[in-house]
């Protein structure tokens, strides 16, 4: 004879499971608390395809008993549990053992605390490892929440350069220290660790104060970043005789028409030159003007050797020139003109006249014009006469005057 336990967890349908029912259908139940109880005690005798009818299926249909010389056999192993005293055979499930009654949604089958199996919460399972760290709650339904545990702000730390992941987990960490230029720059608690980071300009070797006053003026050195590097006073240089007026005016002087003199304005060409002794003209030859004292001449401009004037700067110049030209005592007309001669060359006849001979008249070849001139060429004045003559017996009239006018 074997016995045959079967429980709710199984699903398939079998001849034994069919023996199981009849016995069942010849139990009295009416003490039974539900078919699902008795389903689950269900224990029937199989020998030999006889069913005989389970003896004493009573009290909550959770025992029974068989005779004294009849074999026991349990299927499912840790699922059943027996216990016999005399001719007693219990039967018991073992989940009827640990967490008592029917298990809820938040239970597992296993092996409780105390190291029985049966039915526990899940709850009573779990664990954070550091409450400092991570805090569990219990519900009513058995259903444990986590959370994080809350930390007080120490209020201290250093900068950091951070790396996280997609989670927001920190995956790499540097420090993030702030320095600054060597000279130019300096930081104070660079890595906040004692507070937070002062940063401030490097001072320089330049001592704080003023420079320059009424007879000095401020001196100064100044760097690639706009700093200075040094700084200094210069004593003013005063003329030994200091100026006490200008234009025999003292205080706040303001210039006014005619305050300047023709010779004080700016360093600008201004010569006037004269000759000093007759000059003889040949017949039919061009001949330099012989121009050789100097009266004024404020840039040095004008060689009284070579008569030959050689402007500083390029520029417009006014240039008149004159000379006395007395008329031969015989001989029929003549015609005398005067030009200019830059470089070798005629660039301007500025003028001429013709002489009556015998007249006994003198006449003054007075001309003025405006050239361009450029800086280093040289100039004369030149005169020409068709028949030979003498120049120059008055210094009033024989004059070369040359003014730069812009």
Do not use: C
């Not at 304005?265 to 061009?286: C, D, E, F, K, R």
């Not at 040095?300 to 417009?316: K, M, S, V």
């Amino acid at each position: 004879m074997a016995i045959i336990v079967s429980n709710e967890s199984s699903l398939e349908r079998d001849p034994m499971q069919e023996a199981i029912q009849q016995a069942l259908a010849g139990m009295d139940l009416s003490r039974v608390q539900d078919s699902r109880a008795a389903f689950r005690y269900a224990v029937s005798s199989v020998d030999q395809g006889n069913v005989p009818t389970l003896v004493g299926a009573q009290t909550g249909g959770n025992s029974g008993t068989l005779g004294p010389t009849s074999p026991v056999t349990i299927i499912g192993e840790d699922s059943i549990v027996t216990t016999t005293t005399a001719n007693l055979t219990t039967i018991k499930l073992v989940s009827d053992q640990g967490g008592g009654g029917l298990p809820g949604n938040t239970y597992y089958y296993g092996t409780g605390p105390t190291g029985v199996k049966g039915f526990y919460t899940v709850a009573s399972t779990m664990a954070v490892a550091s409450t400092s760290r991570m805090t569990r709650t219990i519900g009513s339904n058995g259903v444990s929440t986590f959370d994080l545990a809350t930390v007080a702000d120490s209020g201290t730390g250093s900068l950091l350069a951070l790396v996280k992941d997609a989670w927001g987990r920190i995956t790499g960490t540097k420090a993030a220290t702030i320095t600054g230029t060597a000279g130019r720059v300096t930081v104070a608690n660079g890595n906040a660790s004692a507070g937070l980071p002062t940063i401030d300009l490097a001072t320089t070797a330049v001592t704080a104060g003023s420079y320059g006053d009424a007879t000095h003026v401020a001196t100064f050195t100044v760097d690639a970043y706009g700093r200075l590097t040094t700084a200094g006073s210069t004593a003013i240089a005063f003329p030994a005789a200091p100026v006490t007026s200008v234009f025999g005016r003292t205080g706040a002087v303001v210039a006014v028409a005619n305050d300047y003199k023709f010779g004080q304005i700016g360093l600008s060409t201004n010569v006037y030159v004269t000759m000093s002794a007759t000059q003889a003209i040949p017949a039919n030859t061009q001949t330099v003007v012989n121009y050789d004292t100097v009266a004024r001449d404020s840039l040095g401009e004008f060689n009284a050797a070579t008569h030959t004037f050689t402007p500083q700067a390029t520029g417009y110049y006014l240039i008149n020139a004159s000379s006395y030209v007395p008329t031969p005592s015989s001989g029929g007309a003549i015609t005398v003109y005067t030009s200019v001669f830059v470089n070798g060359g005629e660039t301007k006849r500025i003028y001429q006249v013709v002489l009556n001979l015998g007249s006994g008249l003198a006449y003054v070849t007075n001309s003025s014009a405006l050239m361009f001139l450029t800086a280093g060429s040289a100039l004369t004045i030149d005169l020409f006469s068709i028949a030979a003559i003498t120049i120059g017996n008055f210094a009033r009239i024989d004059n070369l005057t040359i003014i730069r006018l812009a």
